[in-house]
């Protein structure tokens, strides 16, 4: 069991003030402070700094930060591991981005189950960001994420790289694309089915767009769906044009269901990435686990 100096000490990290920990805490502000000061007369480091009414971390206080949270984490996943224990079960909780969920946990934990039956799964699907949270609070073990995250602040293993590509109906290609390939210009004429707002799909499209000073306003018009089922139907039905990662339509690709569309300088690709906390002490399971991802198509 961990010191509850420790908590006290992540909870001034993510407040940088003695008055809300303590009040968050239940504990009084003196106690707050005695708790930093025993930590770092522990460590023979300084931990907080104090500017002006301002406190801020160290560099010592950055790492022990890192450290702590790791820690805070793996003692959640003993106490589950150990109360599995009772009735000899395993458990696996994790999280996905809902392009993972959808396509690449499925073939994953069929192979995984094949070998460990009796394992337990739990599946959390939201994205990269809210996935990271409840990693840092040890709400699941490990998350399966698409696209860019703080590279630094975790272990991670990197699974695939996906392309990422416009598709369209059979007569869209028939009419539209049969001369090769054109500008993203040409297609702001078209109705845009595209994911919510926020969604990693769209996010990268709306950063290709970006970077060429354009925008998803450009578009005459726009469906926003957030099941990307139900794009891809709507697509096929000729309703409009969309972009997705290729794994996700590989299937109506190969059976002419949908077409790629052949865009000018349009060769994006995002990585698929298998995450988890530094320093964990359960890194080598994870790395075990990360094998089956390795190996999902």
């Known amino acids: 069991m961990l010191d509850s100096r420790i908590y006290t000490f992540l909870e001034v990290c993510k407040t940088l003030n003695y008055t809300r920990a303590s009040a968050n805490l239940h504990i009084t502000q003196p106690a707050v402070t005695q708790h930093i000061r025993y930590l770092e007369e522990l460590y023979q480091v300084p931990l907080v700094a104090v500017r002006g009414k301002k406190i801020y971390l160290t560099e010592q206080g950055k790492l022990l930060e890192r450290l702590a949270a790791s820690m805070c984490a793996d003692e959640l996943h003993i106490q589950k591991a150990l109360k599995n224990s009772l009735c000899q079960k395993e458990k696996l909780v994790l999280g996905a981005t809902l392009t ?20 337990d799964i739990s599946v959390t699907v939201k994205n990269t960001e809210n996935l990271l949270e409840m990693l840092e609070a040890g ?10 995250f703080d590279k630094s602040a975790y272990s991670y293993r990197l699974i ?3 392309n990422y590509i ?6 869209f290609y028939q009419q539209q694309c049969m001369t090769g390939n054109f500008p993203m210009e040409a297609l702001f004429q078209s109705r845009l089915i ?6 990693g799909t769209r996010g990268i499209l709306e950063q290709f767009l970006q970077t060429h000073n354009q925008s998803l306003d450009k578009f005459k018009n726009r469906i926003e769906v957030s099941n990307m089922g139900a794009i891809r139907k709507l697509v096929a039905q000729n309703c409009g044009i969309s972009f997705l990662y290729e794994a996700v339509v590989e299937q109506e690709l190969e059976t002419g269901v949908l077409y790629q569309i052949p865009v000018e300088g349009f060769q994006i690709q995002r990585e698929f990435n298998f995450v988890y906390l530094k ?5 080598e399971k994870y790395d075990t686990i990360c094998r089956y991802f390795e190996k999902w198509r």
């Open 279 to 283: 320093n964990s002490i359960f890194g």
């Open 160 to 162: 695939s790289r996906e």
């Open 139 to 148: 709400e699941i073990e490990f998350a399966v994420v698409e696209g860019r």
């Open 100 to 119: 993972v969920g959808e396509f690449v946990i499925p073939a994953v934990l069929g192979r995984y189950l094949e070998d460990y039956p009796d394992t």
């Open 194 to 199: 595209v994911r919510e707002k926020g969604s």
């Open 166 to 171: 416009g598709i369209c109906g059979r007569s």
